[in-house]
T-cell receptor, first 113, second 116 residues
Framework: GDSVTQMEGPVTLSEEACLTINCTYTATGYPSLFWYVQYPGEGLQLLLKATKADDKGSNKGFEATYRKETTSFHLEKGSVQVSDSAVYFCALSGATGGFKTIFGAGTRLFVKA | NAGVTQTPKFQVLKTGQSMTLQCAQDMNHEYMSWYRQDPGMGLRLIHYSVGAGITDQGEVPNGYNVSRSTTEDFPLRLLSAAPSQTSVYFC???????????????FGPGTRLTVL
């Protein structure tokens, strides 16, 4: 079945360091890919998304490119801030024309001042 | 727009008790879903609905019931609470075009449930 695998955390970085959180997926069909972020005590919110191969999603300095050949959607940011500390979830949906969204296990990011 | 609202925010139950977690959205979204979030396991889909009067099971439906009598509301019922149902529960909604990929999901703030 469809699945999402993302790197285990926690990831601890100093402010202004570069961030990469790896995400790979298994799916039939042509899914849309998402990164959601969850700040402490809150629900998830969309960070960025890409709906077809080679699309790049971007928001708040974060980027991810839909790579069909490597079935990946890695999240990157060139310079993290303390306010980026959160849990990041990679997700896919619509793989077989259905309505379900499949989430990865989440990666917790800590950014130190 | 209030978005997706959930009540209560916190709840403590004893084993065997029943309760309903409320979820409402004011965005006229067709698709609504319930997830539970457990440490190290991400979000797991409990039940979902693609419109009023239509519900279906997700990955972990046992012990939970849902109904969708209106577009706005999608309550989740725990029939007989068990300690294994201790979790954080999230409701989400999205505008979905039938037959197309699911659009962005909007999440509520969550309900933290403890079953003793």
């Amino acid at each position: 079945g469809d699945s999402v695998t993302q790197m285990e955390g926690p990831v601890t970085l100093s402010e202004e360091a570069c961030l990469t959180i790896n995400c790979t997926y298994t799916a039939t069909g042509y899914p849309s890919l998402f990164w959601y972020v969850q700040y402490p005590g809150e629900g998830l919110q969309l960070l960025l998304k890409a709906t077809k191969a080679d699309d790049k999603g971007s928001n708040k300095g974060f980027e991810a490119t839909y790579r069909k050949e490597t079935t990946s959607f890695h999240l990157e940011k060139g310079s993290v801030q303390v306010s980026d500390s959160a849990v990041y979830f990679c997700a896919l949906s619509g793989a077989t024309g259905g309505f379900k969204t499949i989430f990865g296990a989440g990666t917790r990011l800590f950014v130190k001042a | 727009n209030a978005g997706v609202t959930q009540t209560p925010k916190f709840q403590v139950l004893k084993t065997g008790q029943s309760m309903t977690l409320q979820c409402a959205q004011d965005m006229n979204h067709e698709y609504m879903s319930w997830y539970r979030q457990d440490p190290g396991m991400g979000l797991r889909l409990i039940h979902y609905s693609v419109g009023a009067g239509i519900t279906d099971q997700g990955e972990v439906p046992n012990g939970y019931n849902v109904s969708r009598s209106t577009t706005e509301d999608f309550p989740l019922r725990l029939l007989s609470a068990a300690p294994s149902q201790t979790s954080v529960y999230f409701c989400a909604s999205s505008y979905s075009l039938r037959g197309s990929s699911t659009d962005t999901q909007y999440f509520g703030p969550g309900t933290r449930l403890t079953v003793l």
